[in-house]
Antibody
Framework: EVRLVESGGDLVQPGGSLRLSCAASGFTFTNYAMAWVRQAPGKGLEWVSSVTGTGGSTFYTDSVKGRFTIFRDNSRNTVYLHMNSLRAEDTALYYCAKYLAVSGTSPYCLESWGQGTLVAVSS | DIQMTQSPSALSASVGDRITITCRAS??????LNWYQQKPGKAPELLIYSTSSLHGGVPLRFSGSGSGTDFTLTITSLQPEDVATYYCHQSFGNPWTFGQGTKVEIK
């Protein structure tokens, strides 16, 4: 059974930094791309970032480019999201999610999701 | 960015009703359209991928159709456990984008 457990969410001041972690189990981690998707309170879903199975390629939504970095440690079955220069509009529940198909193949969609970790940016 | 527009934003229907949710893309996305269900207080779950492929374990009352810019999610016989917000999602272009969601309630 696929299991994704996020951690690292916290209350942080504007301009601060935070690192989210997502520990994965139940599948061959290195074979699958992973993503972070966020949901602001009472709002819809927003894709934030993805990383391929090897970690060699990363993708970001424009609003976080240059501020957030996604990376993975395949020896620890963990994907991370390092967030710098945090803004109030980054306040959200951050979900880690696993792609349905093995890395580099379609279909491109998110099969399994964690329960999320809450990031609050406020002074 | 590809904009995804869902309609309606919310609907209320009776148990057993057939309901349809529409998702329109701002440009053609071929069939790279997925649907997720998010129940209150829970993480989203994949329902349908590539427009019409049912994810494992999803009841057969759910179906999807469309291509290009116009897509639909249909529930043929609404059940109480279907109360949720439904999101469409395009994976054709970067960045991935979601519709704003359709909240489904029981009348």
């Amino acid at each position: 059974e696929v299991r994704l457990v996020e951690s690292g969410g916290d209350l942080v001041q504007p301009g601060g930094s935070l690192r989210l972690s997502c520990a994965a189990s139940g599948f061959t981690f290195t074979n699958y791309a992973m993503a972070w998707v966020r949901q602001a309170p009472g709002k819809g879903l927003e894709w934030v970032s993805s990383v391929t199975g090897t970690g060699g390629s990363t993708f970001y939504t424009d609003s976080v480019k240059g501020r957030f970095t996604i990376f993975r440690d395949n020896s620890r079955n963990t994907v991370y999201l390092h967030m710098n220069s945090l803004r109030a509009e980054d306040t959200a529940l951050y979900y880690c999610a696993k792609y349905l198909a093995v890395s580099g193949t379609s279909p491109y969609c998110l099969e399994s999701w964690g329960q999320g970790t809450l990031v609050a940016v406020s002074s | 960015d590809i904009q995804m527009t869902q309609s309606p934003s919310a609907l209320s229907a009776s148990v057993g009703d057939r309901i349809t949710i529409t998702c329109r893309a701002s440009q053609s996305i071929s069939r790279s359209l997925n649907w997720y269900q998010q129940k209150p207080g829970k993480a989203p779950e994949l329902l349908i991928y590539s427009t019409s492929s049912l994810h494992g374990g999803v009841p057969l009352r759910f179906s999807g159709s469309g291509s290009g810019t116009d897509f639909t999610l249909t529930i043929t016989s609404l059940q109480p456990e279907d109360v949720a917000t439904y999101y469409c999602h395009q994976s054709f272009g970067n960045p991935w984008t979601f519709g704003q969601g359709t909240k489904v309630e029981i009348k």
